[in-house]
């Protein structure tokens, strides 16, 4: 069956927020699939911080403000200490 | 502003710099009086002096690289991540890697290679991302014509506080 739109927006957007969250916010790669409710959280967690630090509204979620900051061109260098 | 990790500094002063090969999307002499000038961002507020050396290892290495260039952190291609640059230290230490598939450029067009290779030589200095949206170590690019840039506050406080402020 095609895949609804928004579905497919939703898995682009997850696959951005992951990989900002593991590039710049030592969030760790999806290496246990298994363990998927553990990630969640951890990937909260790390959203939550680059939310703060970017002086966002801190939500926890993926919102229009955060996915803004995370497409915008910037410094490879991480934003937390590794 | 923030320092880098472990406070990681130059021991010495006196640094020297090497262009290891340039961009064919900007004229090497526009490269050269970018980094010059980046340079001297830094160099204007503190005792450091940057001297241009050929031929020999220097403290910081500038070049531009494609994707997986050996160093773990692969560039991405158009936008996304512009550059990155290594914290004070032999061996890579201080190196700045510039994105070679970036569109380079000396004015607001494209990425202003001057605000970016700043903004990473505030890294090889000893600076991490500061939160503060007006700094040039601000995690995000933003354009400002390279002939009104003055040093933000928060940059200059952070690294005069690494490197004490110019003898000048």
């Not at chain 2, 002063?13 to 002499?29: D, E, G, V």
């Not at chain 2, 994707?67 to 936008?79: A, L, M, T």
């Not at chain 2, 040093?151 to 003898?167: E, K, R, T």
């Amino acid at each position: 069956f095609p895949v609804a739109l928004e579905a497919e927006d939703e898995g682009k957007t997850l696959q951005l927020v992951e990989s900002y969250l593991q590039n710049f916010y030592d969030l760790e790669r999806d290496h246990q699939p298994h363990l998927r409710n553990k990630d969640k959280n951890a990937l909260v967690a790390k959203l939550k911080e680059m939310q703060a630090f970017f002086g966002l509204e801190v939500t926890g979620k993926p919102d229009l403000d955060t996915l803004e900051i995370m497409k915008k061109p910037r410094c490879g260098v991480p934003d937390v200490r590794q | 502003y923030v320092f880098t990790a472990g406070n990681p500094k130059w021991k010495r002063n006196n640094l020297t710099y090497r262009i290891l090969n340039y961009t064919p999307k900007m004229r090497q002499a526009d490269v050269d009086k970018a980094i010059r000038k980046a340079l001297s961002v830094w160099s204007n507020v503190t005792p450091l002096t940057f001297q241009k050396v050929e031929n020999e290892v220097a403290d910081i290495m500038i070049s531009f690289e494609y994707r997986d260039h050996r160093d773990n952190s692969p560039f991405d291609g158009p936008n996304g991540q512009l550059a990155h640059a290594f914290q004070p230290g032999e061996g890579i230490g201080g190196d700045v890697h510039l994105d070679e598939e970036e569109a380079w450029t000396k004015n607001g067009e494209g990425y202003n290679l001057f605000i970016v290779i700043a903004h990473e030589l505030g890294h090889s200095l000893g600076l991490s991302h500061s939160n503060d949206p007006g700094a040039l170590m601000y995690p995000s690019y933003s354009y400002t014509d390279p002939n009104e840039f003055l040093l933000p506050q928060d940059d200059i406080d952070g690294i005069q506080a690494i490197y004490g402020q110019s003898n000048a």
